[in-house]
């Protein structure tokens, strides 16, 4: 599975739209990986145990939370 590319950054010329936007390209690169503070998230393999599986959705559930 290839990377995402990154969202651009937006310069609109609006104060108030950049900050929003800015906001929801952080959020986004966290939830993909590519914030750089935030490890992608692996591929399990096909012989992942349910406590592994359970793990990485744990990994996915906290990114959508923002924790």
Do not use: F, Y
């Not at 599975?1 to 310069?11: C, S």
């Not at 393999?45 to 349910?50: E, N, R, V, Y």
């Amino acid at each position: 599975m290839g990377r995402r590319a990154a969202i651009p950054t937006v310069r609109s010329g609006n104060a108030s739209v950049d900050k929003a936007l800015s906001v929801i390209k952080v959020n986004m690169d966290q939830m993909t990986g590519q914030h750089p503070n935030v490890p992608a998230l692996k591929e399990l393999p096909l012989t992942a145990t349910l406590a592994q599986v359970i793990e990485q959705l744990n990994l996915i559930v906290k990114r959508l939370q923002g924790d």
